[in-house]
């Protein structure tokens, strides 16, 4: 693996689609201290796109909705995610998932969707993600960690 790059992405006007940005943010010291690159996407594609490369192990945060708990963790391999992107409800995961299926359909990593409680117009959290917010960044934090020993080891 030459490089780990982590992509939060999400619009900063809706709500908890923000969540993707923020937690990306609130990691990136942490990440960064474990040589992992974190690049805040918001919904600028084209910036993402510019900045992965081939051979990058890629993990992207993202608000989801699947009618599950607000916060809820769900991990799916970007092989996954490309096959089934139109299963994701997420409002960013179309244009960067599809992008990625074009440009680079063999990239290792993860998708890492966080299930939204509102996804409104709004410039704060919900209520049931800003309870939970510190929680939800440390499990995303572990989570990346293991995945980076996972693939230093494959």
Known sequence: MNRMLVIGIGSLIMTDDRI?????????????????????????????ISEIRADDFLVIIDAVIHEKEPGNIEILSLFDAMKSHVKLHSQHDFSLIDALSLNYPNIRGYFIGIEADKIEFGFELSDALRKRFDSICNNVFDAIIKMKEEAEHA
């Open 20 to 48: 993707g940005v923020r937690i990306a943010e609130k990691i990136r010291d942490n990440l960064n201290k474990h040589n992992i690159k974190v690049l805040i996407g918001e919904t600028d594609v084209q910036y993402c």
